[in-house]
């Protein structure tokens, strides 16, 4: 039996890895409200290889199946970030009809659309997340698919939690 994930260490061996790997293409760490920054992170090699390796060792499987598992988690992290793109700027949007000048009756009218648009896209959101287990899931034992929900609910996480220290760190240092 493998020893649970220490979250810190991963959390700052991503973070270490993002941050070299970025250096070394002489680019900024992804910030958060960068969609773009954060689909091309996503798909960094170094993920790809951390994702590997601990899909490998969490279930079991040999390496090129846990690369093949890793590289769908990519497709699903990019569909993800696209939709999550759209969600932030509709949330923009709504922000911007809220502090307008007009009545409530106005604004519930020029916000009704765009509500349905934003719901609309958390639906698919979460139906590319049921998606992506699904067919993970299908080549794996109830065991691994179990540590696979897990390991995957935990990396996503830590790497959000990596994100969010990152632009911390960012604020920090423009402050200083």
Not at 11 to 25: C, F, I, K, P
Not at 128 to 140: H, T, Y
């Amino acid at each position: 039996m493998r020893k649970p994930m220490r979250k810190p260490l991963v959390l700052v061996l991503a973070t270490l890895a993002a941050t070299a790997a970025m250096a070394q293409r002489g680019q900024p760490r992804p910030r958060r409200d960068d969609p773009q920054a954060l689909a091309a992170a996503a798909a960094a090699p170094w993920l790809m290889t951390l994702r590997t390796q601990r899909i490998s060792q969490t279930l079991g499987l040999p390496e090129d199946q846990a690369r093949g598992i890793a590289q769908r988690w990519s497709i699903y992290d990019r569909d993800f970030l696209h939709r999550a793109r759209q969600m932030m700027q509709l949330r923009a949007h709504f922000n911007q009809i809220l502090l307008s000048p007009g009545s409530e009756e106005d604004k519930n009218i020029r916000l009704k659309p765009l509500l349905e648009q934003f719901m609309e896209q958390r639906r698919q959101q979460q139906e590319l997340k049921m998606k992506f287990e699904d067919d993970i899931r299908a080549q794996l034992s109830p065991a691994q698919q179990v540590r696979l929900i897990i390991l995957v609910d935990d990396l996503q996480k830590t790497l959000r939690e990596g994100i969010r220290e990152a632009v911390r760190e960012g604020r920090q240092r423009r402050m200083n």
